[in-house]
């Protein structure tokens, strides 16, 4: 028999979620192989959120038997359910279906109208979803509703709600999948399902709302995870998926390099065991931190693994090339990924991407058709992320378009957006074409506070390349604008006090031409005088 000290002790610590402890005991318990079935979940469980996967399932196999023999069907059906589920979330897609099969053969000899059998309706409507068969999966996911709520078990009635919430948003009716997935969050944050429903919850939740470009859900659920977390220091997350997501999120928020350690995280918990199917997301994941970081050998690198692991590596590595200045390359990759995007949610992944390459290739009649696209999209989803990008992007287009003063407001919306939505690193990138905008417009002065502003930002993020270009671009000043290069030049030579004709002597040309210069200068810049010019130099950073 087990010894009941060791159950009892084990029975606490369970239920006051310290898995570390509940584990010690209930193992210890165990070790003649007597405990209870029920404690075997219990173990099991335990084992689960210890990171222990593939130990859990065993141990869920062996409860699995141990309720058969106690005669108790459904309890057997639930174990081996599951384990199923487990095992199909983990890259064993055979040994996953062959124990939902036996959950289905131990569920028949338990009631006909039994809890589990609600559970087995979520495998199949899961496996619709995926495909995009909506009707089929509301079917299944409404299936195992009725059953939650007859039978009042909160943890199928959140898994079903959770099913009905993405296939709205798929659907594209995201107010009302929103509601339901908020609905089943409220569950989870209330302690009211059991833990590993509630990971899937959280991560799938999170997931969602990637889809549907809403940052704020994203955020608000993300941090709510994290205090789940932390309210059991002994949980390890059983699905990397959730790790990447929350790499994605302190990404946008320009928390780089606990981004990057997320992702990380994400990589190593998805290697093992070997074949799970977000390792390839996830890799891609971190090249995309790496690439804003301006590591572009090991972005390139990880964009690599990723796609041997059957994830595109696109747009990321389309944008990445584009920096190369492998413009032909990157059209090629972006209208590819654009292809194979159909008319899914990834389309307004990567028609932004479309446009920054377009343009970088001097396509300005093709960036324009991806922005009216996705400006098109942003509106009827009506997602304030996807909103910002369409105007950046829109902005951008109409700035290569010659339409300066239309890109300034369009470019401001944008960066109100960003900086009210707390994304440092897009508010930046705009700013460096507000500034751009500016310049066209004459006014050096405000391009010049944009620039500096963007060149700030992208240092405190430590965005070495978005640096490194804005600086260029800021040295520039009205020597690509009002001023030509040889005006700048003379206007340079004033401001160190050199006279005409020292300017004409070091600069090959007759004094007259320094005074033509000048007088070009004074008139371009409203300056009255040598003094003003110099001023202007200075305050421009000309030398």
Same mark, same amino acid.
């Given at each position: 028999?087990?010894?009941?000290?060791?159950?009892?002790?084990?029975?606490?610590?369970?239920?006051?979620?310290?898995?570390? !402890?509940?584990?010690?005991?209930?193992?210890?318990?165990?070790?003649?192989?007597?405990?209870?079935?029920?404690?075997?979940?219990?173990?099991?469980?335990?084992?689960?959120?210890?990171?222990?996967?593939?130990?859990?399932?065993?141990? +869920?196999?062996?409860?699995?038997?141990?309720?058969? *023999?106690?005669?108790?069907?459904?309890?057997?059906?639930?174990?081996?359910?599951?384990?199923?589920?487990?095992?199909?979330?983990?890259?064993?897609? !055979?040994?996953?279906?062959?124990?939902?099969?036996?959950?289905?053969?131990?569920?028949?000899?338990?009631?006909?109208?039994?809890?589990?059998?609600?559970?087995?309706?979520?495998?199949?409507?899961?496996?619709? +979803?995926?495909?995009?068969?909506? /009707?089929?999966?509301?079917?299944?996911?409404?299936?195992?509703?009725?059953?939650?709520?007859?039978?009042?078990?909160?943890?199928?009635?959140?898994?079903?709600?959770?099913?009905?919430?993405?296939?709205?948003?798929?659907?594209?009716?995201?107010?009302?999948?929103?509601?339901?997935?908020?609905?089943?969050?409220?569950?989870?944050?209330?302690?009211?399902?059991?833990?590993? /429903?509630?990971?899937?919850?959280?991560?799938?939740?999170?997931?969602?709302?990637?889809?549907?470009?809403?940052?704020?859900?994203?955020?608000?659920?993300?941090?709510?995870?994290?205090?789940?977390?932390?309210?059991?220091?002994? #949980?390890?997350?059983?699905?990397?998926?959730? #790790?990447?997501?929350?790499?994605?999120?302190?990404?946008?928020? %320009?928390?780089?390099?606990?981004?990057?350690?997320?992702?990380?995280?994400?990589?190593?918990?998805?290697?093992?065991?070997?074949?799970? /199917?977000?390792?390839?997301?996830?890799?891609?994941?971190?090249?995309?931190?790496?690439?804003? +970081?301006?590591?572009?050998?090991?972005?390139?690198?990880?964009?690599?693994?990723?796609?041997?692991?059957?994830? *595109?590596?696109?747009?990321?590595?389309?944008?990445?090339?584009?920096?190369?200045?492998?413009?032909?390359?990157?059209?090629?990759?972006?209208?590819?990924?654009?292809?194979?995007?159909?008319?899914?949610?990834?389309? %307004?992944?990567?028609?932004?991407?479309?446009?920054?390459?377009?343009?970088?290739?001097?396509?300005?009649?093709?960036?324009?058709?991806?922005?009216? !696209?996705?400006?098109?999209?942003?509106?009827?989803?009506?997602?304030?992320?996807?909103?910002?990008?369409?105007?950046?992007?829109?902005?951008?287009?109409?700035?290569?378009?010659?339409?300066?003063?239309?890109?300034?407001?369009?470019?401001?919306?944008?960066?109100?957006?960003?900086?009210?939505?707390?994304?440092?690193?897009?508010?930046?990138?705009?700013?460096?074409?507000?500034?751009?905008?500016?310049?066209?417009?004459? *006014?050096?002065?405000?391009?010049?506070?944009?620039?500096?502003?963007?060149?700030?930002?992208?240092?405190?993020?430590?965005?070495?390349?978005?640096?490194?270009?804005?600086?260029?671009?800021?040295?520039?000043?009205?020597?690509?604008?009002?001023?030509?290069?040889?005006?700048?030049?003379?206007?340079?030579?004033?401001?160190?006090?050199?006279?005409?004709?020292?300017?004409?002597?070091?600069?090959?040309?007759?004094?007259?031409?320094?005074?033509?210069?000048?007088?070009?200068?004074?008139?371009? +810049?409203?300056? /009255?005088?040598?003094?003003?010019?110099?001023?202007?130099?200075?305050?421009?950073?000309?030398?």
């Amino acid at each position: 028999m087990a010894d009941a000290e060791l159950v009892d002790r084990g029975r606490v610590a369970f239920s006051r979620a310290r898995w570390a !402890e509940a584990y010690d005991q209930l193992a210890a318990a165990d070790r003649d192989g007597q405990i209870a079935a029920a404690d075997l979940a219990r173990l099991a469980t335990a084992t689960v959120l210890l990171g222990e996967e593939a130990k859990g399932c065993d141990t +869920l196999g062996r409860a699995y038997h141990a309720y058969l *023999d106690a005669g108790n069907a459904e309890g057997a059906a639930s174990c081996a359910f599951w384990a199923g589920m487990l095992l199909l979330s983990h890259g064993h897609p !055979e040994q996953g279906a062959g124990w939902i099969a036996k959950a289905r053969r131990a569920a028949d000899d338990g009631p006909a109208d039994g809890v589990v059998h609600g559970y087995l309706s979520l495998p199949s409507a899961i496996q619709a +979803l995926r495909a995009r068969d909506f /009707p089929r999966a509301l079917e299944g996911y409404s299936a195992a509703l009725e059953v939650g709520e007859r039978w009042h078990d909160l943890d199928l009635v959140a898994l079903a709600r959770l099913g009905l919430g993405s296939t709205r948003v798929g659907l594209g009716e995201v107010t009302a999948g929103n509601a339901l997935l908020d609905e089943v969050m409220a569950g989870v944050t209330a302690g009211e399902i059991s833990q590993i /429903p509630a990971g899937i919850v959280y991560c799938t939740v999170i997931h969602v709302c990637r889809e549907c470009y809403d940052l704020r859900r994203a955020r608000e659920w993300t941090a709510a995870l994290t205090r789940w977390c932390e309210q059991q220091p002994d #949980l390890v997350p059983f699905r990397g998926e959730c #790790l990447a997501n929350r790499a994605y999120v302190m990404m946008t928020q %320009g928390d780089w390099a606990d981004a990057l350690a997320e992702a990380d995280r994400a990589v190593e918990r998805l290697s093992d065991p070997p074949g799970q /199917p977000e390792l390839g997301w996830a890799i891609y994941h971190r090249a995309e931190i790496l690439r804003v +970081l301006g590591e572009d050998v090991d972005a390139e690198e990880a964009y690599r693994r990723a796609n041997q692991l059957g994830w *595109d590596p696109q747009p990321g590595l389309a944008l990445l090339r584009a920096r190369q200045g492998r413009t032909e390359e990157a059209v090629t990759a972006v209208r590819r990924a654009l292809d194979a995007a159909g008319q899914g949610p990834v389309r %307004g992944v990567v028609l932004p991407a479309v446009v920054e390459v377009t343009l970088a290739a001097g396509d300005v009649t093709a960036a324009r058709q991806a922005v009216d !696209e996705l400006a098109e999209i942003a509106g009827r989803l009506d997602s304030t992320w996807l909103s910002a990008v369409a105007a950046q992007a829109v902005g951008a287009v109409q700035l290569a378009e010659g339409a300066a003063d239309g890109a300034r407001g369009t470019l401001r919306r944008a960066w109100t957006t960003w900086r009210e939505l707390g994304v440092p690193y897009e508010a930046a990138r705009t700013r460096v074409l507000m500034g751009q905008a500016y310049r066209a417009l004459g *006014d050096e002065e405000a391009a010049q506070l944009e620039l500096d502003a963007a060149r700030w930002t992208f240092s405190q993020l430590g965005a070495r390349s978005d640096l490194t270009a804005v600086e260029a671009l800021a040295r520039r000043t009205a020597g690509t604008g009002r001023l030509t290069a040889r005006e700048v030049e003379v206007v340079r030579l004033v401001a160190t006090g050199r006279t005409n004709r020292a300017i004409a002597t070091e600069l090959f040309l007759s004094e007259k031409t320094v005074a033509r210069h000048l007088s070009n200068i004074f008139t371009k +810049l409203d300056l /009255p005088s040598r003094a003003a010019a110099t001023a202007y130099a200075y305050e421009h950073h000309l030398v």
